[in-house]
């Protein structure tokens, strides 16, 4: 049954005026001026206490390392955050690594890639891969390259745990597919939240779903789809991964809800990794909406929980 917390979760969205947000390309536009007036990556306070805090610059980008204060052998998590390409990581997004952090005994890794439409999306695979490498033993200048795959045939290594939420989902998935591309060690798993895998949102369930998602809306999203392709097509396999090959990932995990208009994104991924017959974990919950699994509610906790399981089994 349905908590009561998960029931007004709806709601309260709504009274926020977070779908507004995403009600045409003007809204998106407006919400970006908005954002670079505020802009601040810094972990709080409250983290830096609880938890040791690094950061370095990556290909000009900060990453930081949130590690328990005992320190642990485990392979790292590397968390690429979601916003719809055009929004700084949130406080939520902090909570939730913390939650990992604390849960999993491991650090975890945060790359504070650049924003759309300043950046487009070779601009963020170009720091979400040089931290893949700097992470997997290589040496940044030899961090998978955009274009040109080279000749993979060194054995199969597994590498960090990658997790990533909505935008963040669609990156983690083109970063693991890079990373299988160029012969780079693979996550050990990938773990996506209510990712966003195609851009163009012209599934005709996403269209339908948009009458009863509270927080998401197509036109916006399409509008922010556009900026982060910059010149290339939406349906590129950098900018929409749905599109580029799902074979020799290793074991994807996918966490989705029925109120969510990205949904047929997760489906889609996951009736192609079924198809393939590649290793992957499917959880959809009935009326749960975008990103539920950060939210503070009951059905959030199952979810982590199912979560840090897969984690303890990567």
């Known amino acids: 049954m349905t908590s009561l917390r998960a029931r007004l979760l709806p709601l309260a969205l709504r009274l926020q005026g977070r779908k507004a947000d995403y009600r045409s390309a003007e809204a998106v536009h407006r919400r970006i001026a908005r954002e670079r007036g505020r802009l601040n990556h810094e972990p709080p306070s409250q983290l830096r206490r609880e938890h040791r805090v690094s950061v370095q610059q990556v290909e000009g980008a900060p990453v930081y390392t949130v590690a328990p204060r005992v320190r ?5 998590i590397v968390y690429v955050h979601g916003g719809a ?7 939520q997004h902090w909570s939730f690594i913390s939650r990992l952090v604390r849960a999993t005994g491991r650090a975890v ?30 040496h940044p200048r030899t961090a998978p390259a955009l274009d040109a795959a080279r000749d993979a045939r060194d054995p199969v290594v597994a ?3 990658l997790v990533g939420d909505s935008a963040g989902g669609g990156l983690a998935l083109g970063l693991a597919q890079l990373a299988r591309d160029h012969g780079a060690p693979r996550p050990s798993l990938t773990a996506l939240l209510s990712p966003w895998l195609d851009v163009a949102v012209e599934d005709p369930l996403s269209i339908e779903l948009d009458q009863v998602d509270p927080w998401l809306s197509v036109p916006g999203l399409r509008e922010a789809g556009r900026l982060v392709a910059g010149a290339d097509r939406p349906d590129h396999p950098l900018v929409s991964p749905l599109y580029g090959e799902v074979g020799e990932l290793g074991p994807v995990a996918i966490l989705t ?4 208009l990205l949904l047929p994104d997760s489906r889609r991924l996951r009736d192609r990794l079924r198809e393939a017959g590649e290793p992957y974990d499917y959880y959809e919950a009935e009326g749960m909406v ?4 950060l939210t503070p509610i009951p059905e959030a906790s199952l979810a982590f929980t199912h979560l840090v399981q897969l984690i303890r089994d990567a």
């Open 72 to 76: 642990s052998r485990r392979p790292p």
């Open 85 to 91: 390409f055009i929004a700084e990581i949130k406080p």
């Open 159 to 161: 590498g960090p745990v």
């Open 257 to 260: 809800g029925t109120r969510d």
């Open 109 to 138: 890794v945060v790359p504070i890639y650049p924003l759309a439409p300043e950046h487009d999306a070779r601009d963020m695979y170009r720091v979400l891969g040089a931290t893949w490498a700097l992470l997997t033993g290589e």
């Open 290 to 293: 975008h990103v539920w699994m």
